[in-house]
């Protein structure tokens, strides 16, 4: 009874140091830097006439000039290669030659006589490339590459055989003869293949065995060195044990597997199987290897054309689907319209679209319940994709409904709302024929030895619970869908805003209207009740009789003309806020010299900086200026027209307003009303009032701290 399945017992196989070789060869291990050969595998002394070349140097063993030819080979950069040809008793050999760590390793194989000329083996590899360029897709180059490497090669069968998912390959094309049989379209398990021999395919292009029921010819004397010889890079390498079985039970003579590798990745293999034991000799794994890299181009040019069809495809499906969204005012407005196109868009089965609590389904869908929690689940799992062509494997509950959603591809549109739009794709169980049963590929028999299994007759197996695959063309589509979808709730939300913002300045407008029509009226009333107040001063100073009483009203009339004028110079100014002082005291001045009469005309001279100042201060200053002047005209001049200066400046936070004359000199002013009521103004303001020797004349200076003005206030 045969022991339990083991897969991990494949991959510990030590196949890159087996320490021996393939006997139809002669290998020599010798050290790098002397040249000295240390040990050998092979019949050395049949093969090369030799009955000592233990401790001998290459040149002694191989002659000068080839052992010269070697050193260059494996001097270069390339880790190693052809050396040349040695003609011996035993027959006439290609020499190989390459490094290993520490070690010069040079492989002798036997040469096929004179083998195909040069210039005929550059022709059939040129019509060949040329067929693999004329292929119209990937399947058609397969079948090309299949019947050209059959030709170049002589084998029996030749396959061309891809990798798929979880490590199995599948066969694609295949160039057999009459009596051999066919794995067309048969897939091969993982195990067949383990990972530590895909990693020698992409190291070792072209690997040969001529013959499978060779018997192994090890290294002598026995290797005892601390770091077994790695062999990856040999041509003679021997082959593991199990993969030798493996072939006898295909009934193969002989094997060679050529890699063909995409982008540093094992894309797949050209498997050729000859019934009988056969050679291919070194020009014809060269030219093998040359064609293989062309095929791996192609095969890169004919996936990469493929899905750029399939893009542009599906580009156009998606930008007929977008403007049809645009034209009938957005996605989310018009889902049960739009869904129709999204499912046609990724030829799914069942679209589904659910916002907030709303649900929408079109197509072939699951119930209602289990599409919320379906959406629920992708919410928490992606933040903008889930993609799966095998849901119930990562969803349990998609069990309970397979038949319509085995695969899923959801997309996460807005996740606080939630937007989410769930693509379905029913199940589609497939009939997959294997080459022999996949679940007995290899078993450990008596004694823990590895053997594969025993029969390759077409195994069928049916594979539920998957779906149609995403391809990456169809998820890239869906991404620049989300793109184009937050973009338009981007610019939707911006109008939106725009609309609000312009509703928020209509308000503001009309309450800007409203405010200047109550200022107009308010100004228009104040004007007019200062105004008559004015006038009710004049009438009684003319009517007075008294000078002093006169003077009185003279001086209160000067007061409501500054309390005036701010009136006036906010209703003209776009900045009720704030008053230029500069602006604001011309024109007090102006105004005060005309009330004082003709005599007074230019004899106040004003000195200012334009230095804006919140309203309220403006007046109080304003009415503390009035009264200087007031004050001048009493004291300095008795009551007659004088040079009076006023000077308006700023330095370091402080604003220094200062009134000077040219009169009678110093004097106190009499504590009246008019100077208790500047005492209180200075006071009010902050600051502080002195009065020095003009010479002739006095100079009031006042000096207050400066408020800042409002941040949007202009100059």
């Keep these: ?114 083998g195909l000329p040069a210039a005929a083996l550059l022709a059939q590899l040129e019509a060949a490339a040329a067929a693999f360029e004329r292929a119209p897709n990937l399947q058609a180059l397969c079948d090309r590459a299949a019947i050209e490497f059959r030709r170049l090669t002589g084998f029996d069968r030749v396959m061309i055989y891809r990798f798929l998912e979880e490590d199995a390959g599948s066969v694609l094309a295949e160039s057999a003869a009459q009596d051999m049989p066919s794995f067309l379209n048969h897939r091969f398990p993982g195990s067949d293949i383990p990972a530590q021999a895909r990693a020698l395919y992409v190291r070792n292009l072209v690997r040969v065995i001529p013959d499978v029921s060779y018997h192994p010819a090890p290294l002598i004397p026995a290797w005892n060195r601390s770091e077994p010889l790695d062999m990856s890079d040999c041509a003679l390498r021997s082959v593991a044990p199990v993969h030798m079985q493996y072939l006898r039970n295909m009934g193969v003579g002989a094997s060679a597997s050529i890699s063909i590798v995409r982008d540093g990745t094992l894309w797949g293999l050209i498997a050729c199987h000859h019934r009988t034991p056969m050679a291919m000799p070194y020009d014809i794994r060269a030219g093998a290897r040359a064609l293989a890299g062309g095929l791996a181009r192609q095969v890169r040019a004919k996936e990469e054309a493929e899905g750029y069809r399939e893009r542009m495809r599906l580009r156009g499906l998606e930008d007929e689907a977008t403007a049809r969204f645009v034209r009938i005012g957005g996605l989310e407005a018009h889902l049960d319209a739009g869904l129709a196109d999204l499912k046609r868009m990724l030829d799914s089965d069942g679209v589904a679209a659910l916002r907030g609590e709303t649900l929408h389904l079109e197509g072939v869908c699951p119930p209602p319940g289990a599409v919320r929690s379906l959406a629920r689940w992708a919410l928490a799992e992606a933040p903008e994709l889930v993609v799966t062509d095998r849901l119930p494997t990562v969803f349990p509950e998609a069990e309970a409904y397979a038949a319509q959603a085995s695969g899923v591809l959801g997309m996460v549109v807005a996740s606080e709302e939630p937007f989410v739009l769930l693509w379905f794709r029913a199940e589609q169980p497939e009939v997959v024929n294997w080459a022999g049963n996949p679940h007995k590929a290899v078993g450990l028999g008596p004694g823990e030895v590895l053997t594969p299994r025993s029969s390759f007759e077409a195994w069928r197996e049916t594979v539920c619970g998957r779906s149609r695959r995403w391809t990456l063309a169809e998820i890239d589509a869906v991404l620049r869908l989300r793109e184009a979808l937050l973009e338009a709730r981007g610019r939707r939300r911006l109008v939106d805003l725009n609309r609000q913002l312009g509703h928020a300045l209509d308000e503001k407008e009309a309450l800007l209207l409203q405010k200047e029509v109550l200022l107009r009226e308010v100004n228009h009333r104040v004007q007019n009740s200062l105004q008559l107040v004015s006038s009710f001063l004049g009438l009684q100073s003319r009517d007075a009789g008294d000078a002093m009483l006169t003077t009185a009203f003279d001086e209160a009339r000067r007061r409501l003309s500054a309390v005036a004028l701010v009136h006036r110079r906010l ?45 309220d201060r403006a007046v109080t200053l304003g009415l503390v200026v009035t009264e200087l002047v007031i004050n001048a005209n009493k004291y300095a001049y008795g009551g007659a027209a004088g040079r009076i200066e006023v000077s308006v400046g700023e330095a370091r936070g402080v604003l220094t307003v200062s009134v000077a004359d040219h009169g009678r000199g110093k004097h106190t002013p009499r504590e009246g009303f008019g100077s208790r009521m500047m005492s209180a103004m200075v006071r009010q303001l902050g600051g502080e009032i002195a009065y020095q020797d003009n010479r002739p004349g006095l100079r009031a200076v006042l000096t207050v701290p400066v408020v800042a003005p409002p941040a949007n206030a202009r100059v």
């Design 571 to 615: 209703y003209r100014s776009d900045q009720i806020e704030t008053v230029d002082l500069a602006r604001y005291f011309e024109e007090l001045i102006a105004d005060m010299a005309s009330s004082m009469g003709e005599e007074w005309d230019g004899a106040i001279h004003l000195d200012a900086l334009p230095i804006l100042a919140p309203t």
């Design 1 to 114: 009874m045969s022991e339990p399945l083991d897969l991990d017992a494949c991959a510990r196989e030590p196949i890159h140091i087996p320490g021996s070789i393939q006997p139809h060869g002669v290998m020599l291990v010798a050290d790098a830097t002397t040249q000295e050969v240390s040990h050998a595998a092979g019949d050395v002394a049949g093969r090369l006439g030799l009955s000592r070349w233990l401790g001998e140097s290459l040149g002694a063993v191989l002659g000068d000039p080839l052992a010269a030819r070697v050193a260059q080979v494996t001097q270069s950069s390339a880790p190693g290669g052809y050396a040349g040809r040695l003609v011996r008793q035993g027959g006439t050999f290609d020499v190989l030659a390459h490094v290993s760590g520490d070690w010069l390793i040079v492989e002798l194989e036997p040469a096929e006589g004179e």
